[in-house]
């Protein structure tokens, strides 16, 4: 019997070792995409670091521009390719899913790098302001590559509070969040996992994030002498009921004293235009028809004047 335990035990440590060995190879450059394509983990690298982290190391170089451009998937799609048009811009667009939190840890890093800065420009869909921590794309998009960066700290601790909450002490630990970022096939276990157990946060009201973080820009900005200028991109007709629905809320939040009028500089564009009913489909990404309607936004701002649309 005692045999028989020492074979298992055996066992048991070689099959560990095994896949602390895979493990390993998941997250080297040579083997990563063998791995990910054998446990079928490709597509869990589309979208998350593979997107933020690049904009938070670009957001500690001096790189001669003056101007942030920050944004959703909307002004990914649209703006987010014209940088070699508008080398004073620095055009960091992300996805809606880094959500209003994230996008002041990337507005903080490039101010802070920056000290010549003078504009701060986010644009997003009005839907898009309330995005949360969610299990769909939150923790891959708004957690995963600030932990690695070392710049979730520029949380408030509260914030930090509804994250460890949400998603738990282990997907917060930098060693463990490395270990996801860097393997696919972590990052499908993990994500699988997380998914399995929590809904992810639901917010007290559209605004909770925005009340905090666009109004700490905003005085950030301030204290800087940067102006801010929180836009919103255009919006599908098929939208349209929704979007003023979202307005009705608009006044009572703290959101609403960094740009009183920002759905009133909302503008609508023909619901054939869009294919999912909030981004452009591709014939109509271009030039002719995306410059019009920035101009129906930004009326005769100076980014008009200034941004080149290529």
């Given at each position: 019997?005692?045999?028989?335990?020492?074979?298992?035990?055996?066992?048991?440590?070689?099959?560990?070792?095994?896949?602390?060995?895979?493990?390993?190879?998941?997250?080297?450059?040579?083997?990563?995409?063998?791995?990910?394509?054998?446990?079928?983990?490709?597509?869990?690298?589309?979208?998350?670091?593979?997107?933020?982290?690049?904009?938070?190391?670009?957001?500690?170089?001096?790189?001669?521009t003056t101007k942030?451009?920050?944004?959703?998937?909307?002004?990914?799609?649209?703006?987010?390719?014209?940088?070699?048009?508008?080398?004073d811009y620095a055009?960091?667009?992300?996805?809606?899913?880094?959500?209003?939190?994230?996008?002041?840890?990337?507005?903080?890093?490039?101010?802070?790098?920056?000290?010549?800065?003078?504009?701060?420009?986010?644009?997003?869909?009005?839907?898009?302001?309330?995005?949360?921590?969610?299990?769909?794309?939150?923790?891959?998009?708004?957690?995963?590559?600030?932990?690695?960066?070392?710049?979730?700290?520029?949380?408030?601790?509260?914030?930090?509070?509804?994250?460890?909450?949400?998603?738990?002490?282990?997907?917060?630990?930098?060693?463990?969040?490395?270990?996801?970022?860097?393997?696919?096939?972590?990052?499908?276990?993990?994500?699988?996992?997380?998914?399995?157990?929590?809904?992810?946060?639901?917010?007290?009201?559209?605004?909770?994030?925005?009340?905090?973080?666009?109004?700490?820009?905003?005085?950030?900005?301030?204290?800087?002498?940067?102006?801010?200028?929180?836009?919103?991109?255009?919006?599908?007709?098929?939208?349209?009921?929704?979007?003023?629905?979202?307005?009705?809320?608009?006044?009572?939040?703290?959101?609403?004293?960094?740009?009183?009028?920002?759905?009133?500089?909302?503008?609508?564009?023909?619901?054939?235009?869009?294919?999912?009913?909030?981004?452009?489909?591709?014939?109509?990404?271009?030039?002719?028809?995306?410059?019009?309607?920035?101009?129906?936004?930004?009326?005769?701002?100076?980014?008009?004047?200034?941004?080149?649309?290529?």
């Amino acid at each position: 019997m005692r045999k028989l335990y020492k074979n298992l035990f055996g066992l048991i440590l070689i099959l560990i070792v095994l896949l602390m060995g895979l493990d390993f190879l998941s997250t080297r450059g040579y083997t990563s995409p063998l791995l990910a394509m054998l446990t079928d983990s490709e597509d869990y690298g589309i979208g998350g670091p593979e997107d933020v982290v690049p904009l938070i190391n670009r957001a500690h170089k001096g790189d001669g521009t003056t101007k942030l451009i920050l944004g959703d998937s909307f002004a990914d799609q649209t703006i987010g390719g014209l940088q070699e048009d508008n080398p004073d811009y620095a055009i960091m667009t992300s996805n809606a899913a880094v959500t209003m939190a994230g996008q002041y840890i990337i507005a903080k890093e490039y101010l802070d790098s920056h000290p010549d800065a003078t504009d701060v420009y986010l644009f997003v869909l009005p839907e898009s302001i309330g995005r949360t921590y969610d299990t769909e794309w939150g923790y891959q998009y708004a957690v995963l590559p600030f932990i690695t960066t070392d710049t979730i700290s520029d949380l408030e601790n509260e914030t930090l509070g509804i994250i460890t909450n949400t998603y738990g002490k282990l997907y917060m630990n930098k060693t463990f969040a490395t270990l996801v970022e860097k393997s696919l096939v972590n990052r499908k276990i993990a994500l699988n996992s997380l998914r399995d157990r929590t809904d992810g946060y639901e917010l007290s009201n559209f605004y909770e994030l925005s009340d905090i973080y666009l109004t700490k820009l905003n005085d950030l900005c301030k204290d800087k002498g940067v102006k801010f200028h929180f836009c919103p991109c255009p919006v599908s007709e098929e939208k349209k009921e929704e979007t003023l629905e979202l307005a009705t809320s608009f006044k009572d939040s703290k959101t609403y004293s960094v740009n009183p009028k920002f759905y009133k500089r909302v503008i609508y564009y023909p619901a054939d235009w869009s294919g999912d009913g909030a981004h452009l489909k591709y014939e109509y990404r271009v030039k002719d028809y995306v410059e019009p309607l920035f101009w129906g936004i930004m009326q005769d701002g100076e980014f008009m004047q200034t941004f080149n649309f290529g």
